[in-house]
């Protein structure tokens, strides 16, 4: 009973969805040369929403499709690099709105873009000791307040927005590996997001299909036995990258940054509940999840649906 499955998803958007030809309007750019470098058509910015409201949005989704109230969950992580403050944790202004019970932990994770996996492989730990059975895995992100229009390089390229998984244990196939090589120079915020673009690239580039062929070959699995490979939507030239080095097909990879961006910690669970509600997801289908970001850290996930 030692596998983490994933019961049900939700995600929650802000209402103002960005297009390319809105950011032309302040800035040097144009819908082509968005599209063709990142494949991002539009992305949804926060206008009086807030992280957590957001987050609690997308776990009440999860635990309504599924029939679960808040009395039944044990533990609760919100993955996120923009937390609305400082201090509390989005986890517990969650644990307000949901009424969750008090004495089943809440925090926030940061390990940038990485932060779902290595929440999920938290929570996995946290229902090993709980008295209750499910836990909720949150990733939500507001990086719009992070953007300037004077940087084009990356006021295109991000978003905001919040998925959510409730999990639990059980006899599913179940695999997580980690990994940081700490570096603060080519990816990180302050008041605003600085990135070296190129070095990125190289660097997700790299660890994608490392990643996954690292855990394929942990649990003696090909790509053959994939139903989705589920990556961190930064970029469609990294993921058409990745791909190429794996020999994958590129239909194998889920991609839906065309229409919400680079959502950090929040992408992966996005992409999830896109595939569950959209009948993508079978019972028996195994997929692997895949994320890398500031850190820089870097992780897959291997799951049974």
């Known amino acids: 009973m030692n596998g983490l499955h994933i019961v049900s998803t939700g995600r929650a958007l802000p209402a103002h969805s960005v297009t390319n030809d809105e950011l032309s309007r302040h800035m040097d750019t144009s819908d082509e040369w968005i599209s063709s470098r990142t494949g991002i058509r539009s992305r949804y910015f926060c206008d009086g929403e807030h992280g957590h409201t957001l987050a609690a949005a997308a776990a009440r989704e999860a635990m309504g499709r599924a029939g679960v109230g808040a009395d039944e969950i044990g533990a609760c992580i919100v993955a996120t690099f923009s937390p609305d403050y400082t201090v509390p944790a989005n986890a517990c202004l969650v644990q307000a709105e949901l009424g969750l019970p008090e004495d089943a932990p809440a925090f926030d994770m940061n390990a940038g ?45 991000f978003g905001d927005g919040a998925g959510a998984v409730l999990v639990t244990l059980g006899e599913y196939l179940w695999d997580c590996q980690l990994g940081v090589r700490g570096n603060r120079e080519i990816l990180w915020a302050d008041e605003h997001i600085h ?7 190289r660097f997700a580039s790299e660890m994608v299909p490392v990643c996954v062929s690292e855990i394929l070959a942990r649990n003696s699995l090909t790509l053959a036995d994939l139903r989705w490979i589920v990556p961190h939507q930064a970029n469609r030239r990294i993921i058409e990258h990745a791909a190429k080095r794996l020999g994958a097909p590129i239909d194998l990879f889920y991609q839906n940054m065309d229409h919400y961006g680079n959502t950090s910690a929040a992408s992966v669970p996005l992409a999830l509940d896109e595939l569950a509600s959209g009948g993508l997801l079978q019972p028996g289908d195994q997929f692997v999840c895949v994320a890398f970001g500031t850190g820089l850290t870097w992780g897959s996930a291997l799951l049974e649906w």
Do not use: P, W
């Open 195 to 201: 990135m070296d673009g190129s070095a990125v690239f």
């Open 113 to 157: 873009c990485t932060g779902f996996l290595y929440a999920l492989h938290t929570m996995r730990g946290l229902l090993m000791q709980s008295k209750r059975k499910y836990g909720l895995v949150i990733g939500a992100e507001v990086i719009s307040k992070y953007l300037t229009y004077d940087d084009r390089s990356t006021a295109v390229l």
